[in-house]
């Protein structure tokens, strides 16, 4: 996972765009309401909050809704979330009012934060390629694997998957949050993490963890063949997080990366690379380390740029196993 610094000038200036114009849309939804108790809890303040409060802060707005609608409870959504998971033809007749009483109220939310017909359609003044294109993330935050840059002229051709860290079927108020918004791979969105419900006492959050201890390490399985595995703390939030993303097993389909790495080492001494570098600077064409990185083993060598390319994570941990790191 990567981790996305929620302070760096970008991200608060992209939080800001999208804080205006998602403010006027959902006021403006808002006004339409004829529940007086939820028109009231979603004053302005409140709204603001929803869209731009840190991840550690959203959940309590999803509690708070249900005390502040005197008809509903956390309790019976709790119920309700998992009673959708059973057939109606299964359901209890009192189960069954309690499913269309809930899916009515997720209907009603919906509207207001409305991001599947709303914030996700290409024709919105104001839509996820404007955000994509603003956080700028290239490749996927939870696996950095695959690609997932944005192509938004002429016609909004490609951009990431925004995955919902807290689903937004089950937390609907936080469909619109901004440090709810994952820009993700379809893989990781869609068919590996799907609606798994995450904590964060127990899961990174790439928003949030700074400091992700884990470790991608290559031993050789037979002459010619490598293996690798993600070493890491059991039970530790990198420990669920790589489970649930199925990263160790998706990473396997890599190898042949590892077999290209040992092949640089036996072709380039660190020694050579680094000659390499005194020579171009002498012609004048200054090379940093970064750059001779960049160039040797196609990844970023700083952490913060690893989004910039696929496999950054994992190449730079096996590059400093095959002791190759570069150093002035």
Not at 107 to 119: D, N, R
Not at 161 to 178: M, V
Not at 197 to 221: A, C, G, R, T
Request: charged share 30%; with cysteine; aromatic share 12%.
């Amino acid at each position: 996972m990567i981790y996305l610094d929620p302070y760096s000038p970008h991200i608060l200036k992209a939080k800001k765009v999208h804080q205006e114009k998602s403010f006027t849309l959902i006021k403006k939804r808002v006004n339409k309401l004829s529940t007086c108790e939820l028109k009231g809890f979603l004053d302005d303040l409140r709204i603001n909050k929803i869209l731009t409060d840190l991840p550690i802060n959203l959940e309590k707005h999803h509690m708070d809704l249900f005390e502040a609608l005197p008809d509903y409870s956390i309790e019976d959504w709790n119920r309700y979330v998992l009673l959708k998971q059973i057939k109606n033809k299964d359901r209890t007749q009192g189960q069954k009012e309690i499913v269309n009483k809930y899916n009515n109220l997720t209907i009603i939310v919906g509207k207001i934060f409305k991001y599947k017909g709303g914030f996700d359609r290409k024709r919105s003044t104001y839509s996820a390629y404007d955000l994509a294109q603003a956080l700028c993330v290239q490749t996927c935050t939870y696996c950095n694997r695959l690609y997932t840059k944005t192509v938004k002229n002429p016609n909004k051709t490609i951009r990431p998957e925004f995955d919902h860290w807290f689903p937004k079927e089950n937390y609907p108020i936080l469909a619109l949050s901004f440090y709810n918004l994952i820009p993700s791979c379809h893989v990781c969105n869609s068919s590996v993490k799907g609606t798994t419900i995450m904590n964060l006492d127990d899961f990174l959050h790439p928003y949030v963890d700074d400091n992700i201890d884990y470790k991608f390490s290559y031993w050789i399985k037979k002459y010619g063949r490598y293996n690798f595995s993600i070493k890491r703390i059991k039970d530790s939030k990198e420990d669920n997080t790589i489970k649930a993303f199925k990263l160790e097993e998706i990473y396997k389909t890599h190898r042949d990366e590892i077999h290209d790495l040992v092949r640089i080492k036996k072709l380039y001494s660190i020694s050579y690379l680094l000659k390499l570098k005194k020579m171009l600077n002498k012609t004048g064409q200054k090379t940093s380390i970064e750059e001779l990185y960049r160039l040797a083993f196609g990844v970023h060598y700083n952490e913060s740029n690893f989004h910039k390319r696929p496999l950054s994570k994992m190449k730079k941990d096996i590059i400093e196993e095959l002791k190759m790191k570069l150093d002035e």
